[in-house]
Nanobody
């Protein structure tokens, strides 16, 4: 079965950068949508960025121009490059996956059925 392991979180000052990694095992990249989601204390989990098996991407308005999602199929790894970080980006960040035959990737967390354990990002 598919397993996801995130890494790369940490504490950074506002304006700084971090790169999150999500290593997937037990799957082949074809047909999978991959997404990064985040959840701050007391708030609902929200979508940050998604990437389809074709490489098409989508971003939340709050991170457009600052975050970049990418993937390396040979390494079964999805990345989230986060630049110009703001205090409001502070959250637990989760990697998620769902196998999807039809075109387009979902943006809602409840449509993803495989989740990593999360990695904390703190911006001060």
């Amino acid at each position: 079965h598919v397993q996801l392991v995130e890494s790369g979180g940490g504490s950074v000052q506002a304006g700084g950068s971090l790169r999150l990694s999500c290593v997937a095992s037990g799957y082949t990249p074809d047909g999978y949508c991959m997404g990064w989601f985040r959840q701050a204390p007391g708030k609902e989990r929200e979508g940050v960025a998604i990437i389809g098996s074709s490489g098409s991407t989508g971003y939340a308005d709050s991170v457009k121009g600052r975050f970049t999602i990418s993937k390396d199929n040979a390494e079964n790894t999805v990345y989230l490059q986060m630049n110009s970080l703001k205090p409001e980006d502070t959250a637990m960040y989760y990697c998620a996956a769902v196998y999807r035959l039809q075109p387009g990737c979902p943006t809602q967390a409840d449509e993803y059925n495989v989740w990593g354990q999360g990695t904390q990002v703190t911006v001060s």
